[in-house]
Structures are given as C-alpha cells and as structure tokens.
C-alpha cells in the first residue's frame, strides 16, 4: 500500500511509514531520558553542588551512556536505514512483519536494559568491563536490542537488493543511500562482535561459565562499542548530503569521489578501535599502531573527503543559484533559516573542528597518554557523536515531521534558534571537558578532590574555571536537547497537519541550476575554510606534543 | 557525456566492486576479522601465565 508525496513525489509505502514513525519515537524518547540523566550527572561532577550520592552518580553515568550513545542512535539510524531503502528508493518494505519483530525486540531490550540500571542491578557502566557483573537480565536485554537491531539492517539490506530487482534504482544506488549501505555493513561487523562478546558474558553472569578473559573482553567489546561510532559517523555524513540536496539542490561535485570514501569507510574504519587499548599491556605495539594509525589514517582520509566534499557541494549550489560575489557570498546568503541545513553546517563545523582533531590526536599512541581515562575522551566524543551525529539527527528531523508525521513544526521561531543554542551549548561542554582532562581531571569519577581518600592531588587552579564552564556549557546543551524533544512531540502529536506543499515550512530545493560559465576553482570558499581546518589542527597537534615533553623531564 | 556513451564504456573495476554490496559486506568484515580481532587475540593469547611464585606473593 503506497501513499503518493505530494510533496516530494516519492512513493511512500505506508507500512514503511509505520515503522520509520516508531522507530523514531523511541529515538526521541531514549534521548529524553538520556539528557535527564545528564543535567544530575553535570551538577553531581560540578563540586560546589555535588548533587548525586556516588551510587546514583555511577548508577546515571551507565544509564546516560546506554541510553544516548546506543538507544537514542541506533533507533533512529534504524529509522533513517527504511527511510533510505524504501521511501528514497520508491520501494515496498519487504517484510512488515520482521519490520515488527524487529521493533518489539529492540523496545524489549531497551525496557529491559533500563529497568535492570535503574533497580540497581547493573551498575557496571555502559562498557560492563569484566569482571564486573551485572544481573544477567542486562546482558539478555543488550542481546535482544542487538539482535533487533541487526534484523532491522538485514531488512535494509533486503530492500535495496529489491529496489535493484525492480529496476527502481540503478546499478549505482543514491549517494545518500550508498552512505547509508556504508553505515549498514558496519552495522554488521559491529553487532556481529557485539554477539561474539555478550553472550559469553550473558553465560558467565549466570554461572554457566567460569570466568571470562578481561584482557580478551575489553579488545572484542570495543569492536563493537568503537565501530558503532562509525555507522554513526556514515549516517551523519549521508545526512549531510541529503540535505544539502534537499536545501539546496546540491550535490557532491564529485561524487565519485565522495563514494570512494565511503568505501575506505568500510575498509579500514573499524580497525581504529584499538585506540581504546593503548595503554593496555596485553598487545603489541604493531598491532597499536598498525590498527590506529597506518590503518586508520586511510579512514581519517575518507572524513577529510567528506568534509570537503559537503561545504564545497553547499558553497557550488549557491554559486550557481547567483550568489557568487568574493569568497563568501555564498556562506553568508545561505539558507539559516532552514533549521536543517543550520544544524548540518553547525554538525560538520564541531565535528571537524573539535572532534576530528581531538580524535586523531588522541588516537595516536604517544599523544593518548597524557588524556587517557581523563574527562578529555567524553569531551572529544562531545564532539563527534554529540555536536556531530545528534546535532545532524536532530536537524534532518525538521524535515521528516512534515514528510513522514504529515504534522507542521510548532513554534518554528524556536526551531530555527535550537541548533544555535545546541552547538554552542555542547561546543562549551565539549571544550571546557577537553581542557579539564588534559590537566588530568579523571573521567567516571565520583569526587575529584579525592576528599578522604588515602592519597590527593592539587590540579592546576584554572580548572576550577572550566568546571564553571563545563556547568554553564552542559546546561545550555540541556535546555537546547530539551526544547528539541518537546517541540518534536507536540508537533508529532498536536501539531496541525501538512496538506500539501504550501504547508512545508522547510523549502525543498529543485536541483541548482548548472553553471553558466567555467572559470577558475567551483569551490574557492571552502579551499580557505579546509586550509584554516589545517592550521587549526597542526597548532593543536604540536601543542599535544609540547605538553607531552613538558610532562616528564627527561635528563 | 550522454546516457548512451556513459553505457558502452566499460565500468571500471573499482566502481564494480563499490557497487558490489555484497562484496562490500565480504571485504569490511574480513579486513576488521584479520587485523583487529583475530591479530589482537592472537596476542593475547600468546602473553605468558603469570609465573605461580608471583601470583602467590601477590595473592597473600
Ligand atoms: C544535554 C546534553 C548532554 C550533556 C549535558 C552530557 C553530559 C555528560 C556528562 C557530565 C558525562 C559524564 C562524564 C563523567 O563524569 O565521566 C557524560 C558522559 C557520556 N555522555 Fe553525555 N551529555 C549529553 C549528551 C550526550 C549525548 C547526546 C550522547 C550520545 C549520543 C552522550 C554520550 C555520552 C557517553 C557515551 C558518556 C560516557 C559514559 C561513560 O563514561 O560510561 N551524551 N555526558
Ligand atoms: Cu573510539
């Protein structure tokens, strides 16, 4: 059964619809939790309030990371993979039925997952390192979201293997969805491993085996915990593309080139887990290095690409819509009123600038000393899948109430400030984080001034400064999250309905026009952004290192 | 370049196998089995016991 979009002329299978609807709500309702947790996790680190008991506080750490990190990501990337097999492709969903069953595992696991941290039976952190144990009701709740999970990709899967049969797509799929198959193979190897590690700890916390290697546990869980950020990184990059297309009429000047780094995605990506083991005894430093640096460099080459690719896609369409006068003309008159392409930009600016180079930094095996275990890691992944992949989830998200819920945004005023009050919210956090643990401010940590413990440590004064920002920071991102999710649920449910394309308060672009004359470079603009992007990342590059030397004397 | 002239030529092999899902799927998977996983493990398991004087000095 297909409705026809009046909108956008795609025709759209109604039991799709459905799914994609559902999926998204749970989205939308693990975030809601998660930020919750949040704002108590923010005054209980914030000395002078000290909010939580150091129970609670460990207790909300594990609840905030499972809930946004995993919940709140994976049923919306779910969401986007129909989005992008069936609605994009013109194409029937294969399988409703999986399509529920999928659901009711993923809603079970989650349910089960939350109750378990709440009740106090799992309070071993989102990463469960062994020998810590939880209740085995948490492993078998984290089993079945994954195995939910893992269907909904194979129904991804299924439908673009049929769009090809039905001829409705071509031998060589849309960018976005080419990104979104990225994103799904990963998916793959992701929850793959997820399965190679939890069900022998899920058989070890109910006695049935005796121990588990922690050495072996911590390599394989961060197969999974680690190239999950990167199905996140591939659908955000995919995001980027549709909506500059959908803003602008835009697309990738050279789409090959965007594919192929998608591909180098897939390839190498995954291998950079193993800078969570840096500083672990167990392997060698050719496996360290191989897998974080040689390897992983050809995926860093791969997101250099793409945050290429993205702005001089943006800054091509606007030339050649007429906005061509200097270098940025085109930044200048572009489209801010479109919450969605806003947050796109704002996504690709935070995530290059904040957590691409923090993530090579430290990524790297000399560098990752000096911040390993401090609040500078939850500060980086700030910045990538917080500042990046949220931000972007939440803009494509103005598109898909209209074209998905049929609903009108409420309070659109107030849609077209909330990236702005995000980015800058998170952008302060993620900072005032990062700053805090290079002067060695431990993460997971209930009480840094370490008041009664057998030993102390005096930190330099200013970071009493930055706990003050990382406070102001964290609530704004708070308030930012949390406009987001009541003015997505009043519009999904009492917003008043879209008729038609005169109800779109978001525009969809026809494709820009092509140029009317060739002379020079199609994207000078977005050259200089990039080569500030390089300065930017050498400067913090060399002062990692200078403080590296600064932190040992060596005589 | 026109529709036409874009099907006669021959596609080149690297665009076969990025169109290749399937493939695709085959080579992300192996590539992380072989490098990540099977290596790391390998070395793991290769980290000799800790000698039994120690673990008793350390156990007591
Ligand atoms: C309003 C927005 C948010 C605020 C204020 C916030 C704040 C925090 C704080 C204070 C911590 C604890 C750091 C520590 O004590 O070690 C933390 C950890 C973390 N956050 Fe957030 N966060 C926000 C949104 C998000 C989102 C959207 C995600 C993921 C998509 C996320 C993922 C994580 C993860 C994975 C951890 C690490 C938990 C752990 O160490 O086990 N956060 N966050
Ligand atoms: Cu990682």
Known sequence: MFRTCDITGFKVDLNSEKLIRLNAVMAVVSLLLAIIAAILLIFTRYQPVHL?????????TTFHGLNALIFWIVFFEIAGLYFGSTVVLNQKFCSP???WLSLILMVGGFLLVDVMVMIGQADVMMTSYVPLKAHPLYYLGIILFAVGALLG?????????????????GDTLPLFTYGLVAAAIIAVITLATGAIIYIPTFLWSLGLIDSVDPAVYKLVWWGLGHSSQQINVSAMVSIWYLTTFLALGGTSINERVSRTAFFLYILFIC?????????????SSAWKVWNTSYAMYLAVLASMIHAFAVPSSIESAQRRWGYNKGLFEWLAKAPWSNPAFTSCVLACIGFG???????????????????HNTLAIPGHFKGTVVIGTTLTFMGITYYLIPLIFRRKIVAFKLAQIQPWLFFFGIAILSVSMIALGQLGVPRRHWDSTFSGGPFTHTFNPSVDFFWTLMMLGGSLAFIAALIWVLQVVVSVFFGPKVNGPEDMQLPISPLAPAAKEHKGYE?????ILT??????FAVLF????KWLAATWWVK | MNEQEDKDKPVPALQVVMNDVMLLLFLGVTIYAIFYLIWGIMEIATVPAIPEEIKAAILK
Not at chain 1, 153 to 169: C, M, T
Not at chain 1, 523 to 527: I, Q, S, Y
Not at chain 1, 531 to 536: H, N, S
């Open chain 1, 52 to 60: 939580l008991d150091a129970e609670w506080y460990y207790r909300l």
């Open chain 1, 97 to 99: 039925v999986l399509g």
């Open chain 1, 153 to 169: 990709v194979s129904l991804f899967f299924a439908n673009v293997v049929n769009a090809k049969r039905d001829k409705n797509v």
């Open chain 1, 271 to 283: 291998l950079a887990s193993a800078h969570h083991l840096l500083t672990d005894p167990a392997t």
């Open chain 1, 353 to 371: 600038f904040i957590g691409g180079t923090t993530g090579v930094i430290f990524g790297m095996e000399q560098t990752n000393i000096i911040v």
């Open chain 1, 523 to 527: 994207a000078p603009g977005t050259l």
């Open chain 1, 531 to 536: 080569i500030l992007f390089l300065i930017t």
């Open chain 1, 542 to 545: 060399f002062i990692n290192w």
